[in-house]
């Protein structure tokens, strides 16, 4: 399983931003995926998943602002980060998992979002 993140930068508060995951050797559309971000000095939280269902799941940190999708034929999921704040400074991970695993087996590297004016 191969996991590629890209779309981070740096943003001014209040602005918008889409991270994209693309994933290879996976049948992408039977897997769960997440999106999940590190900041500074702070573990690792869950930020929003979507499952093969299309069923979404938010931190409350979150919700409203950002919205996760996916689309099957482009083995592709999105975050789209909107009123973005500094404190949604981190570094993005997108995960996926198989609906039988109970935890997110496989990540990608990464891709790092700065908020700040």
């Known amino acids: 399983v191969q996991l590629q993140a890209s779309g981070g930068g740096l943003v001014q508060p209040g602005g918008s931003l889409r991270l994209f995951c693309t994933a290879s050797?996976?049948?992408?559309?039977?897997?769960?995926m997440g999106w999940y971000r590190q900041a500074p000095g702070k573990q690792r939280e869950l930020v929003a998943e979507?499952?093969?269902?299309?069923?979404?799941n938010y931190a409350d940190s979150v919700k409203g602002r950002f919205t996760i999708s996916r689309d099957n034929a482009k083995n592709t999921v999105y975050l789209q980060m909107n009123s973005l704040k500094p404190e949604d400074t981190a570094v993005y991970y997108c995960?996926?998992?198989?609906?039988?695993?109970?935890?997110?087996?496989?990540w990608g590297q990464g891709t790092e979002l700065t908020v700040s004016s």
């Open positions: 995960a996926a998992k198989h609906p039988v695993m109970s935890t997110y087996a496989y």
């Open positions: 050797r996976i049948i992408f559309s039977v897997y769960d």
């Open positions: 979507i499952t093969s269902g299309s069923r979404t």
